[in-house]
């Protein structure tokens, strides 16, 4: 049964490290693939970046789509992450109206306190500015923050366009902090480009990488 097995692979294709699509594969080059994450594209966050546009790759291939962020420097303390989507794909319209709500859970490094607790000031109310996704974030070069932002079937034309955020960092204040986002962009328009920055000041490093879901 294993000669058999073995002998309905596509070893040409596989030594290219492509998962052939006659063969359950999707053609997407191997080392791009975790599990079911497809990467689209990725960008590497120098010092002083004024923000991080992504403004193509979240279209209908796929219906769900992930950016992950890996320690993303903040540069300068007490400033929020935020995110802007647009309808369009050449850098233009950033901010449509989104509701959604901003919980957080931290503990003081020294154990004086810990909380799990609804966050309502960063909530936001059909609001089309930059939509928080973290908050109070270190000053030490030490100190950043990691986040998962869930996109689901944002290239859809009938309905909004739901997501959720989970992150966790270094408050400024030494807190181990996770944030917990979840909410609506409220348009039936597809949404095609978004945007990442600070609400003051510029990144400093980090890596933004953007990923299709197989379903």
């Known amino acids: 049964k294993l ?8 070893v040409a294709n596989m030594l290219t490290g492509t998962a052939p699509v006659a063969n359950g594969g999707t053609g ?3 080392i791009d693939a975790i599990g079911n994450l497809v990467k689209i594209s990725s960008q590497t966050i120098s ?3 004024a923000s ?10 796929y219906r769900i789509h992930i950016f992950r962020y890996n320690a993303i420097d903040s540069g300068g303390g007490n400033t929020e992450l935020t995110f802007a989507p647009s309808t369009s794909n050449d850098g233009t319209g950033y901010g449509i109206a989104t509701t959604c709500s901003f919980a957080s859970a931290y503990a003081q490094e020294g154990g004086t306190s810990s909380a799990l607790q609804n966050e309502g000031s960063y909530d ?5 500015g930059n939509i928080p996704l973290s908050r109070a974030n270190g ?9 998962d932002m869930t996109c689901y079937d944002w290239a859809n034309t009938t309905h909004v366009k739901p997501f959720r955020a989970v992150s966790v960092g270094h408050h400024q204040a030494d807190y181990s902090i996770m944030n917990f986002v979840g909410g609506f962009v409220n348009t039936t328009s597809a949404i095609q480009s978004i945007r990442f920055k600070l609400n003051s000041g510029t990144l400093n490093g980090g890596v933004i990488t953007l990923y299709g879901v197989r379903t």
């Open 47 to 49: 010092n002083g970046t």
């Open 52 to 61: 991080v546009e992504f403004t193509s790759g979240i279209d209908s291939t």
């Open 3 to 10: 000669i058999m097995a073995l002998s309905k692979i596509d």
């Open 28 to 30: 997407v080059t191997s």
């Open 139 to 147: 000053t030490g070069s030490d100190e950043i923050q990691s986040m």
């Open 124 to 128: 936001s109310h059909n609001d089309a």
